[in-house]
């Protein structure tokens, strides 16, 4: 009877465990969940081999030819169950967190890339935030509709083409960011600016990383073009959108904009607030606004004209140059 209590109510806590990270609390216990369920597992295997008509009657002959030694093999049997229970859990667990973590997976619209993003990570200069993008308008594509995914048609520039620049005159940098004697594109990301040289292996540039990890890409074709690798939580740590190697994959549970013309790029989130504002604003300038949350950190990143603040770590006009990563993170969780 005890066994069977811990295990009622270790089914209970799970569950609760379980509903309390699904709905954005304690997701720094989020580890915790294949091995609950492998714990549940595993007591309900415990119960189920104790009882009396397993004992007793079906396998009372092998139970007293085995006498005392049965209770290894029961622990054995318990631990196996506990490890692979556990193990499956925190695949499917893991699977959930990749592609939408709420209920469902997402499912990718169907779409052509629109930027490449693969990230180097190379550790370059501590500075951090993002940059503004202020977008044109003309082509939305509204995606995720009372919880559903939706495929989009646009007429004019895809949401999967690539960047081509605009014609308009780079913002006024802040004095004493000395400009590189070599051929380089500026890279504005919130207050700050990062020059990126144009030849040699520099594309992809990373602007943000997490312990090593690329979080914001820019990538830069032969032809001049450029295209965006971000991954969009909201602040519960909720994919909202993936876009990467120039393709979008959306969370059906979320509900968000994008506009796009030929130059600029903007995501808007459930409250209308902009996450990323990104703009070629002409062949040597890219300017990019963002909002992002993740799961390793406390706070949000913050990349504005306003200064930027990095999870908590504010930072004004920072001057990089030729450097792989503009913004080096570690984990807060």
Known sequence: MRVFIAALAAVVGSLALQMSIDAGYARQFIWLIPWCWGGCAALWTLWLVMHDKV???????????????V??????????????????????????????????????AQ??????????????????????????????????NDNAITTYKVTGPKLSDWLVPGKESTPTQRPGCRRPTFDYVTLLYGDSVSFVPTKGKWFPHT??????????????????????????????????????????????????????????????????????????????????????????????????KDGNDLSGFRIHGACDTAVAVDVHLSSQR
């Open 111 to 144: 779409q052509q890339p629109i930027s490449g993003g693969q990230s180097n990570t190379v550790q370059g200069n501590g500075n951090t935030t993002g940059n503004v993008n202020q977008g044109g308008n003309n082509n939305t594509a509204i995606i995720g």
């Open 55 to 69: 004992a007793k009657e079906w396998l009372k002959n092998l139970h007293d030819r085995l006498g005392k030694g």
């Open 207 to 304: 602007i943000i990383e997490i312990e090593d990890k690329p979080k914001l890409t820019v990538n830069k074709d032969k032809r001049g073009r450029i295209a965006l690798s971000v991954d969009i939580y909201d602040e519960r740590g909720y994919i909202v959108a993936q876009i990467e190697n120039n393709r979008f994959t959306v969370n059906r549970n979320n509900y968000f904009k994008m506009t796009k013309t030929s130059s600029t790029l903007v995501v808007i989130d459930q409250k209308n607030q902009k996450v990323i504002d990104f703009r070629f604003i002409n062949p040597k300038t890219i300017q990019i606004d963002a909002l992002l949350y993740y799961p390793e950190l406390k706070r949000p990143i913050v990349l504005s």
């Open 71 to 108: 209770y290894p093999i029961r622990a054995l049997l318990c631990l196996v169950v506990f490890v692979g229970v556990a193990l499956v859990v925190g695949h499917w667990t893991n699977k959930k967190v990749e592609s939408s973590f709420a209920s469902g997976q997402s499912s990718p």
